[in-house]
């Protein structure tokens, strides 16, 4: 409920230019983790501050030729720890590219069993076996982070 109604409430005013940092009074029982997760949650989502890496899905549709539920929890649990990255994980190559323009990373299905690795908006890799394409995805993070 708290993170409705301050989503709500805040984001829009940080989506107006209204404000650019917030504060969530606890009147109930949850804890302090809770409230500053929320907070933070809010201020990534105002493009305010980043505290976490951030994640760009498509919902699926018939053109999605892998488990993309399956896949977004593989990648975040490899990629979780990457403060301030935005991976987008598309479902196919028709609508993905768009979708997750403003990326930094994209993994997108490019056919049966088959994946696509963007850097930005450039396709840097394609038709990688999907069971290899996650870590092929953390090797071109790790790449880049390193100067390569």
Sequence with gaps: DLQIKAAA???????????????????????????????????????VRTSKTEYI???????????????IARVKAATS?????????MGCIV??????????YGYVGAGRGKISLYKGKTCVEKNIPEEHAVERLLELIRNDSAGG
């Excluded at 404000?19 to 809010?42: P, R």
């Excluded at 720890?81 to 987008?88: D, P, T």
Aim: aromatic fraction near 6%; charged fraction near 20%.
């Design 81 to 89: 720890h990457l403060v301030g990255v935005k991976i987008g994980i």
């Design 95 to 104: 609508n993905g590219p768009g979708e997750m323009a403003d990326a930094d």
């Design 57 to 71: 899905s498509c919902p699926g549709c018939g053109r999605t030729l892998y488990d993309l539920e399956k896949t």
């Design 9 to 47: 409430d805040m984001g829009a005013l940080i989506f107006d230019g209204l404000c650019d940092g917030i504060f969530l009074l606890n009147q109930g029982e949850l804890s302090h983790a809770v409230i500053d997760a929320t907070a933070f949650g809010i201020l990534q989502a105002g493009r």
